[in-house]
């Protein structure tokens, strides 16, 4: 890895996909290197007023989902990374690592799901004028969609906690998964792991070891026989 520059990674995918646990395994094989690493999972909710402002939202406290106009809670998204921006940018100078748990992806995908199908291409514009031009947040090197049944997605949720309006509507998850889908086809820097087996989820680790190469290949960390 490019020593004066750091890359920036998102791991992204709809609710109960396993983002969190993919971004753990990869901090322990990553620091068993030595790769100076940073992670963050956005929304931060309890870190600022925006973050809460998210997570009211998700509770509800503002209604349905489509009683929630997704440009005005798309801008609680947007200023909640905007407030991290200045701490990526100096991990990225740095030379570091950074792994986001979603980034500007799940905005597309979560919020443009809540649109009509027709409205979503002028949404997505419109927030990449918002979080790129306007916020000025660093562009994703690599994007590693991690690909999940969305039945099989609530399934894991509701094994865990009481779901948010996102993750108790499967109709709302399958809009997002197939967001999500379309994204990876049009971006040449997404990449797609299959989480999904015979029916269920394969297995934490044989997902990371996918998740891993991608890795080393596209954001060149270290050489294939240090795995």
């Given at each position: ?79 909640d990374r905007t407030l991290a921006k200045t701490q990526i940018e100096k991990w990225l100078a740095e030379g570091k690592l950074v792994i986001t748990n979603r980034y500007v992806s799940a905005s597309k995908a979560h919020l443009g ?23 000025g947040m660093p562009k994703e090197d690599l994007t590693i969609l991690l690909a999940v049944n969305p039945k099989i997605g ?74």
């Amino acid at each position: 890895m490019d020593k004066k520059q750091g890359r920036l990674i998102v791991i992204d995918g709809i609710d109960g996909s396993g983002k969190t646990i993919q971004i753990e395994l990869l901090k322990q094989v990553l620091a068993s290197q030595g790769v100076p690493l940073e992670t963050i999972s956005f929304p931060r909710y309890e870190d600022n007023l925006y973050g809460k402002l998210v997570k009211k939202y998700l509770e509800g406290a503002f209604g349905f989902i489509d009683e929630v106009n997704p440009y005005l809670i798309a801008l609680a998204y947007a200023c909640d990374r905007t407030l991290a921006k200045t701490q990526i940018e100096k991990w990225l100078a740095e030379g570091k690592l950074v792994i986001t748990n979603r980034y500007v992806s799940a905005s597309k995908a979560h919020l443009g799901a809540n649109l009509p199908e027709e409205k979503r291409e002028e949404f997505f514009k419109w927030l990449n004028v918002l979080e790129y031009q306007t916020n000025g947040m660093p562009k994703e090197d690599l994007t590693i969609l991690l690909a999940v049944n969305p039945k099989i997605g609530q399934s894991n949720i509701l094994d865990k906690h009481q779901p948010d309006i996102h993750e108790g509507n499967l109709r709302h998850l399958e809009e997002a998964n197939k967001i999500y889908l379309d994204l990876a086809k049009k971006q040449k820097n997404w990449y797609v792991v299959n989480c999904m087996g015979a029916h269920q989820m394969r297995s934490p680790e044989e997902i990371h070891q996918e998740v891993l190469r991608i890795l080393v290949a596209q954001a060149r960390i270290y050489s294939y026989d240090k795995i």
